[in-house]
């Protein structure tokens, strides 16, 4: 996304204010005269622009009507296609019934996913859709492969 007037405007009111004045004003010998008001006013000339651009920021924004960052939401539905995709390669070669099942449920994940839903999840050990062969060790195990592959998912 390249900068825009509104990007610029909303930079520019929350930049640094006064900070060079100040340190000028703080730079200046002690026996210069009137340093001490000099002082005094760079402080409250960069006290008063903090505060009413502080107070003034949050409506500024508002006015300039942003649109919404959804970076965040597309950067989870990449990692969980990632993963998903990763975890349905891995089970790839095994042929049991339960690797069948484990596949089918990481497809429709998948497919839920890629279809902006939320990822199914898998059903608890009392729904309808349990399987009883699937809580056996084997499953146990494949889930555990496919839970590695997770964590080397790039």
Known sequence: MSPTFKHAVA????GMRGIVTLAAAMALP?????GEFIQLAAFAVVLGTLVIQGLTLGPLVRLLNFPKDNTLEREVKLAREASLWAARQKLENEGSVSAERLRAEYEAALHQVKAGKPAMVPPDRSGPGFCAACASPAPRRLKTQVFSSFRTTP
């Open 30 to 34: 002690a026996s210069f005269p009137f």
């Open 11 to 14: 930079i520019g009111w929350s």
